[in-house]
Each structure stands twice: as structure tokens, then as C-alpha cells.
């Protein structure tokens, strides 16, 4: 417990320093750091995983986060379009497949290959939409101040701050959600298992619980950020229909869910009990943010595709 607690010491503040930093560069870097330790996580559930498939995928995470950075925030937006993302998971696949051609040893070659394009895809493509989400409103928009976010200058209007919302409005229904479910399934889930087995003590206490405290914090988030943030609150998404937004939380704590046991399926083919090691007290970073993932891509994607046909 106390490792777990100067862990969540340090990190919690830099996390937070990272978000409202007007630095593009600064949040596109972080995002990168944070990609590159989940997919060594991932490629590491290899039994024998090879150092030159890893740098392949290193190479190729760097060439999707220069893409995202110079498409999405330097005015070159094709860097960003499927047809690059593709060429970097092409790049990906069939680099490191020829690392295999002239090896003598085939035993591992499918798993680290699969894993590499699965780390690829799921720790870096999917992970980097945290990125969009949190200067989409202001590339929607505030352009004239997106210019100053680019030159490290101080947030002008309450829509440079809405993404920061965004982002932490994830992040806390993702770790609540989390956290509910553990806490209510190890006191009320020992008599109604699931009967995963990936996941043998989760439980239906759990997985209601985890729902029920994802939506009392939306709630308490809804009317924090209405006290203490109005303006801000009012440019976002959470203004305009709360019960929409309760709808998109229950989806995305079911999402938050998912991902957790998507996880340990991983975990348990691969045979071990926490994805890695470097947060201590908390395992590796796979399972310090399994549920985040998916939900920073998932509110994305409401916010850019099904938000916009709501309104119009």
C-alpha cells in the first residue's frame, strides 16, 4: 500500500502538470512515453521476445506520434489521414517479418509479429486519440489561439481548457470506475462470480458497482466543473444535454471494464500476473491505464462522429 501510494504521489501531479501545460510538444511527447512502455509491456507477453521486432516497433511508434504532432498541430493534417497511419502499421508489419526471413529460429516469429502490430495499434494509434481529445476544441474552434498553444503562450479563451476537461473527465470515470468495482466486489461479489475465466473473481457486484460510481463521479465532475470552471464548462459537450453524457458514461464504463478483461486474457495466456513492473505498488503501465485506453478513443469518437449528428 505505501509503494502504491508514493507512486500515485508522484505520478498524479505530473500527470496533471502534463495536461494543462500549453505545450502541444510537451503533451504529444508524454503520449509518446506513454505508448512505448505499454508496447513494451505487450510485446514482452512474448515468451521469447526478440530486441530487434521491439525496435522496429520504437521506430514506428516515433513515425506515428511525428505524423499525429506535425498532421494535427502544425498544419500538415495528411501526416494524420488513414493513408500515413497505414503505411506506419505496413512499415511495422513487414519490417519486422523481414527481420525473420533469413532466421534460423521460427518458434517465436507469429506471437512477436502479432504482438508487435497489437502494441502498434492499441498502445500507440488507438492510445494517441488522448491527443486530439484534448486540443480538439481548440483546433474546432479557437485557431487564432491555437497559434499561441503552438508558441507556448498562456490559454486565452475557455476553449483551450475544454480539452483538459475532456481529458480528465476519461481519466477519472476510467479509475473510478475501477476503483468502484474493486472495492464493492470484494465486499459484496464473494457469492455472484461471473464465471470468467480470465477474471475468476469478478464479480456482478463488481461490474454494477463499477457502473454506479462511474456515473456518481460524471455527477460530482458535472457540477465541480459548473462551480469552478463555467466558462470552460460551458464551450464543452457537458453543457448542452446531461443526459447524454450520463448515457456516454455508462458506455464508457462498460468500455472500462472490457478493457480491464481484455487485459487479463492477455496476461493470463501469456502467464503472468501483472504487466510489468515500473509503477510500483501498481504493476506495469498496461495495468495502470487497460481501461483508459479504449475510453479516450471511445468519447473521441462520440465527441467527432456521434455528437455532431445529435446536434444537427
Keep these: 500500500m505505501k509503494a502504491r501510494l508514493i507512486t500515485a504521489a508522484i505520478a498524479i501531479p505530473l500527470v496533471i502538470g502534463v495536461l494543462i501545460a500549453p505545450w502541444p510538444w510537451l503533451f504529444t511527447l508524454f503520449f509518446f512515453l506513454v505508448s512505448a512502455a505499454l508496447s513494451w509491456e505487450i ?10 521486432v521491439i525496435a522496429v516497433n520504437f521506430i514506428s511508434l516515433a513515425g506515428l506520434y511525428l505524423a499525429k504532432y506535425f498532421g494535427f498541430f502544425e498544419g500538415h493534417p495528411g501526416l494524420g489521414e488513414l493513408p500515413m497511419v497505414s503505411a506506419i502499421l505496413f512499415f511495422n508489419f513487414f519490417a519486422a517479418g523481414a527481420i525473420y526471413i533469413a532466421s534460423p529460429r521460427l518458434e517465436n516469429a507469429l506471437t512477436n509479429l502479432a504482438l508487435s502490430s497489437l502494441a502498434l495499434f492499441y498502445g500507440g494509434f488507438i492510445l494517441s486519440y488522448g491527443v486530439d481529445l484534448r486540443f480538439l476544441e481548440v483546433v474546432r474552434h479557437s485557431r487564432e489561439s491555437f497559434a499561441n498553444f503552438l508558441r507556448g503562450l498562456p490559454v486565452a479563451t475557455p476553449a483551450d481548457q475544454v480539452g483538459v476537461l475532456y481529458v ?19 465486499a459484496f461479489g464473494k457469492n455472484n462470480r461471473i464465471g470468467l475465466t480470465a477474471s475468476p473473481n469478478k464479480s456482478w457486484a463488481g461490474l454494477i458497482g463499477g457502473l454506479l460510481t ?34 456516454v458514461t455508462v458506455a464508457l464504463a462498460l468500455c472500462t471494464q472490457i478493457g480491464d478483461l481484455i487485459e487479463s486474457v492477455l496476461k493470463r495466456a501469456a502467464g503472468v500476473k501483472d504487466s510489468g513492473t515500473l509503477l510500483r505498488g501498481h504493476g506495469g503501465m498496461f495495468d495502470a491505464i487497460d481501461s483508459v485506453v479504449p475510453s479516450l478513443f471511445l468519447f473521441h469518437f462520440y465527441l467527432t462522429q456521434i455528437w455532431p449528428r445529435i446536434q444537427g
Excluded: N
Design 214 to 247: 462511474a456515473v456518481a463521479t460524471y455527477l460530482g465532475f458535472h457540477f465541480f466543473c459548473q462551480r469552478f470552471f463555467p466558462e470552460a464548462f460551458d464551450a464543452s459537450v457537458f453543457s448542452r444535454s446531461m443526459g447524454t453524457t450520463l448515457l
Design 43 to 52: 510485446m514482452r507477453f512474448s515468451k521469447r521476445p526478440d530486441p530487434h
Design 168 to 186: 480528465f473527465y476519461v481519466l477519472l470515470v476510467a479509475w473510478m470506475c475501477d476503483t468502484g468495482a474493486y472495492v464493492i466486489g470484494s
